[in-house]
Nanobody, 126 residues
Framework: VQLVESGGGLVQPGGSLRLSCAAS????????MNWVRQAPGKLQEWVSG????????YYAESVEGRVAISRDNAKNTLYLQMNDLKSEDTAVYFC????????????????????WGQGTHVTVSS
């Protein structure tokens, strides 16, 4: 399994970025895929997940309405479009394969991923 993220960088508050994750070594369209982030000095935070066919997607409350997850199974690629970026979005963003769907406190989220990429850095600063 190989997951390679790209698209991170430095962006001003209010700006946009599109992250990509190129997947190989497994049947991409058989798996749920996710984005998880880790800010400096903080625990990992699940950001968003998408079902194998893109039919269902879920978002953390902290990003809902500002990000959109998508996938292109023909290209074995996962995306995260991030808009209206805030300083608190500064983190390393990881692509994660698989996961179990959970429901808690009125929200769905994914957990228990089985593979991770190396991450791409996103810095939101003026």
């Amino acid at each position: 399994v190989q997951l390679v993220e790209s698209g991170g960088g430095l962006v001003q508050p209010g700006g946009s970025l599109r992250l990509s994750c190129a997947a190989s070594g497994f049947s991409f369209d058989d798996y749920t895929m996710n984005w998880v982030r880790q800010a400096p000095g903080k625990l990992q935070e699940w950001v968003s997940g998408i079902s194998w066919n893109g039919g269902s997607s879920y978002y953390a409350e902290s990003v809902e309405g500002r990000v959109a997850i998508s996938r292109d199974n023909a290209k074995n690629t996962l995306y995260l479009q991030m808009n209206d970026l805030k300083s608190e979005d500064t983190a390393v963003y990881f692509c994660a394969k698989g996961g179990d769907l959970r429901y808690d406190d009125g929200r769905y989220y994914y957990t228990n991923f089985d593979s991770w990429g190396q991450g791409t850095h996103v810095t939101v600063s003026s």
